[in-house]
């Protein structure tokens, strides 16, 4: 067993933790609630709440979730809901009472909905009401008993509450009418919780906290059952990796990722809470232009991303106006950040674009780069502590350092397991060794590039193309706004590469970029066909689908 990261650790950062100083997110929250009392948690559309008020609403509704509904330990509730100050709550009370979190991706068409609630077993859901006319679809299908619906604005105040409810429902109309025999408010929930006493259940390290799905962008969506242990065993790994830059009281995060994807769920909502951060919670990234003037309004100090959202912001001509001048950290993942865009970041606000790695089934955090100015862009960084990393060959053979080969992590974020599939589980998890399906590299220093999926390489002519390479070049075109590659079926090669591209200058032409990538690539690497589209699919969180790209192209020849 190899510990890469032994060689060059970075200065500052403790290696020798203690993993067992919370026994449950129970402990973790009772110290952030007696730290921070009168510190503000969590910030949406102006409204904000304390550390105290956090801790007395959480309460309430895991009062409500016990006693009026009489859900128990080990219970499965959904939470369909983007980034609004209700998440926080019903994430932590439901926490407090050890039932299991199910986070659901509120853009989910029925379908998706009803294979992840029939798969967990949810008894409950929470659901925002824009969403609740999906939810009414498929609801027979599924063994939820108990619906909470929340409005937009139920946090927001009275007066700006009832305001941006009645625009929402009725200006922009964006609640559907939907047919729901029975349900609770969040508001009557919150109310009914008031009324009884909080008696906190007792959890143990191993039980469950999340079940969280995997995007299912490479096969069906699987429960990844995440324990107590796992999850807070890498919020202590994460701390331990950014203790030499941040401190307790002083950080302002601004949290554009959805809560219910296990990037944000973990870094900022969980980490930052530690730190006891001032979470500032954004509900539609999407609105680039909305989305800055949000931002105008603090000066931050961390944000989180992946590569199409600092992407956005670099091309919004006001993001550049901003004031950069408390920001100490971006963090990148979920997908790979491009050279181009974290260069480019780093220009305009004079702050590194910190790339990491992870995945849900490692909760999720594997790597990060360093905090003291020696981070390698183009790479993932460095095995954070207590992790170790190897990498195979097909044969399951262990590769010299310097060669591909897929990723296997082993520590104590990796899962228990998927959900009520072991086979599955068996398939990915060997003698404690998580098999990623990514492949990557390790140079001198112990940093790792992430090459690409195994699943997604190209073979053309007997030679793995990997699409990851190609997208970093024909990004750097100044003409190219983003570009995804894939592979299509060649009678002489097996496979020939694609590249799809959003353009950022209509003048550019499939001649213009054929040259370029000649310049950069070998010949069998650059792309042989070339289309352009309006827009890229992308997952909830904004990676580029590569597989529907691929399933448009073999559909219709679209691109």
């Known amino acids: ?162 305001l941006i409810n009645f625009v929402v429902k009725y200006v922009k109309k964006m609640v559907p009418n939907y047919s729901i025999d029975s349900f609770y408010s969040f508001k009557k929930a919150i109310s009914i919780g008031k009324k009884h006493t909080y008696n906190q259940v007792e959890i143990q390290p191993n039980d469950i906290a999340f079940l969280q799905y995997t995007g299912g962008t490479t096969g069906v969506s699987k429960g990844a059952m995440l324990s107590h242990k796992n999850v807070i065993s890498n919020v202590i790994q994460v701390s331990a990796w950014m203790d030499i830059l941040l401190e307790e009281r002083k950080e302002i995060v601004i949290t554009a990722l959805p809560l219910y994807h296990i990037f944000a769920l973990v870094c900022n909502a969980l980490v930052m809470f530690k730190y006891g951060a001032r979470n500032i919670l954004i509900t539609n990234p999407r609105d680039m232009d909305g989305f800055v003037k949000e931002l105008s309004n603090y000066k931050f100090s961390i944000i989180t991303g992946v590569n199409t959202l600092f992407n956005g912001l670099l091309n919004n001509k006001k993001f550049h106006d901003l004031d950069f001048s408390e920001l100490k950290v971006a963090f990148g993942g979920g997908m790979a950040v491009q050279d181009v865009v974290a260069n480019q970041w780093k220009d305009v606000t004079g702050c590194p674009l910190v790339e990491g790695y992870g995945l849900t089934e490692t909760s999720p955090v594997v790597t990060i780069n360093p905090l003291d100015g020696t981070n390698k862009i183009g790479t993932i960084g460095l095995p954070i502590p207590e992790t170790d990393i190897k990498f195979i060959d097909d044969k399951n053979k262990e590769v010299p350092k310097g060669e591909r080969g897929e990723i296997c992590v082993k520590g104590p974020q990796v899962m228990e397991g998927y959900w009520e599939r072991k086979k599955e589980t068996d398939e990915i998890i060997k003698d404690g060794w998580l098999y990623t399906g990514d492949i990557g590299v390790i140079d001198d220093d112990g940093f790792i590039k992430i090459v690409d999926r195994k699943k997604e390489m190209v073979l053309v002519s007997g030679f793995n193309v990997f699409p990851n390479e190609v997208e970093h070049v024909i990004s750097s075109h100044p003409k190219v706004l983003e570009v995804g590659v894939i592979g299509v079926p060649d009678k002489k090669t097996t496979e020939a590469v694609k590249a799809v591209i959003v353009k950022k200058d209509d003048s550019l032409t499939e001649e213009e970029i054929k040259s370029f990538c000649k310049e950069k690539l070998t010949n069998y690497k650059c792309p042989k066909h070339v289309g352009f589209t309006d827009e890229l699919p992308k997952s909830n969180v904004g990676k580029i689908l590569r597989r529907i790209i691929k399933e448009k192209d073999l559909e219709s020849n679209s691109y």
């Open 1 to 162: 067993m190899r510990k890469f990261w032994t060689k060059n650790y970075p200065s500052g950062v403790n290696n020798s933790l203690n993993l067992n100083q919370y026994n449950s997110f129970v402990d973790l929250f009772n110290e952030g609630f007696k730290k921070y009392p009168n510190d503000i948690a969590f910030e949406n559309m102006g409204k904000s709440i304390t550390f105290k008020e956090l801790d007395e609403l959480t309460k309430s509704f895991s009062n409500f979730l016990t006693h009026e509904l009489n859900l128990k330990k080990g219970d499965r509730i959904a939470i369909q809901s983007p980034n609004v100050l209700q998440y926080p709550v019903a994430l932590f009370g439901a926490i407090r009472s050890g039932i299991i979190v199910v986070n659901t991706n509120p853009l989910y068409t029925p379908d998706e909905m009803r294979h992840q609630f029939k798969d967990s077993g949810c008894k409950a859901i929470l659901i925002l009401s824009n969403f609740a006319y999906n939810l009414e679809k498929i609801i027979e299908d599924t063994a939820i008993e108990h619906v909470i619906i929340s409005d937009m604005g139920d946090m927001l105040g009275t007066v700006k509450g009832a």
